[in-house]
């Protein structure tokens, strides 16, 4: 940030009085500019045992498979968040719709969420944002070609916990190798 969203002036870097953390400041109009993580929300649709992905049509990680996520909006709930983005990048609505998985990826101060859902239909088809959309059986899935480690962490979790015929709620940290920072 180099400029205050508030009145246009240069900001700069420092400890707020009482804060622990560097901040932008603006000294012209005082105003602190928190940044905080941002949550990406996303399903895990299911017709009759397979999985529905979207081969994304935009960067980052054009060309490899997703499922449907994106950036929660202000004034919408996380499962609402997962709901829209299914209709934006697959034009699929869902029923049934459980929170499933809940990962910190504090490297890049996100937290993704998905919900495991049924499809409420054959009803799909690429949205603006993915080149195709396709439902895959286990083995079908392409491992080598996912955009992202959410995703994977995701998918491996739902085949590990249909085998057991139980879906608990999990929570995550990516890179696992990472220890999550303790203050
Ligand atoms: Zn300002």
Known sequence: MKFCSQCGEQVIQRIPAGDSRLRYVCEHCHTIHYQNP???????????????????????????WTLPAGF???????????????????????????????IDVPHISQVHVFYRAELASLDFAAGVESLEVQLFEEADI????????????????????????????????LPASRPLKTT
């Not at 949550?39 to 081969?55: D, H, S, T």
């Not at 070609?145 to 491996?156: G, I, K, M, P, S």
């Open 38 to 64: 941002n949550i990406v929300a996303g399903c895990l649709p299911v017709w009759e045992g397979k999985v529905l992905l979207c081969r994304r049509a935009i960067e980052p990680r054009l060309g490899y």
């Open 72 to 102: 929660m909006e202000n004034g919408e709930s996380i499962e609402q968040a997962a709901r829209r983005e299914t209709v934006e990048e697959a034009c699929a609505t869902l029923r049934n719709v459980h929170l499933y998985m809940l």
């Open 142 to 173: 392409p491992w080598g070609e996912l955009a992202f480690h959410t995703v994977r962490r995701t998918l491996e979790c739902f085949f590990i916990d249909r085998r057991a015929g139980d879906f608990p709620v999990h929570t995550d940290c």
